[in-house]
């Protein structure tokens, strides 16, 4: 866009693609499958490595060293976290909580949530995250592989992610940060939206796209 220039942007590292499909981050730390479920919902399947520092150090450090979702809510879809192993820690409407394999949460719109993975398990967590409706795609999995991807790039450059370009991939995913004064939705309209669009900033790169068959 026309004052893009005025927004540097880092080099984007596109992700490893192993042979079962996961889509690989953070040098290793982290996997992904993307699942489109028959009834119209869409599953992540997410795994984070216990005993990698960008996953397995809990919550409360520097959120560009490692994979911590932000605190955060979503404008319609309904999210149901399914742990397989490890131990998910959650805070859920500044509520902390915790969940062993086999259990489940679901956490409806407008609800204040992050999650990590339990530094003390010492076992790598594996987590189906289902998210269902809303009128958009919203959580899919163009914005795992693009939101992920784009933290991995900056985390293994050791660059802080633009926030700019964080608001444009909430906006696009209908998701609201927490922020002072409680201006995460107009912070991503005016800065996420509008900002975004005129410094440059994308909610899909084609680093992050889904490779063409060859």
């Known amino acids: 866009m026309a004052l893009s ?17 996961a889509w690989v981050f953070f040098g290793g730390a982290f996997r992904s499958w993307g699942i489109q479920n028959d009834d119209g919902s869409f599953t992540s399947r997410q795994i984070f490595a216990h005993s990698n520092p960008h996953t397995g150090a809990g919550r409360g450090i520097n959120s560009y060293t490692h994979v911590l979702t932000p605190y955060h809510w979503h404008l319609y879809q309904t999210e149901t976290f399914d742990v397989k192993s490890g131990v998910l ?12 394999a086999g259990e489940t949460v679901t956490i409806p719109p407008e609800h ?24 958009n795609p919203g959580f899919d999995e163009s914005f795992v592989r693009n939101f992920y991807g784009y933290l991995s790039s900056c985390t293994m450059q050791n660059i802080p992610p633009n926030p700019i370009q964080m608001l444009t991939f909430m906006y696009s995913a209908d998701v609201v940060l927490e922020m002072p004064l409680n201006i995460g939705r107009v912070a991503n309209y005016t800065l996420g939206n509008w900002v975004g669009w005129l410094g440059g900033f994308k909610s899909e790169y084609p680093e992050f796209a889904e490779p063409k068959a060859k």
């Open 5 to 21: 220039f005025l927004f540097p942007k880092q080099t984007l590292q596109p992700p490893v693609i192993e042979s079962d499909g």
């Open 112 to 135: 204040w949530h992050t999650f990590w993975s339990d530094p003390a398990s010492g076992v790598d967590l594996e987590v189906n995250i289902t998210v269902r409706g809303g009128p």
């Open 89 to 100: 820690c959650y805070l859920l409407d500044g509520k902390e909580g915790k969940l062993q």
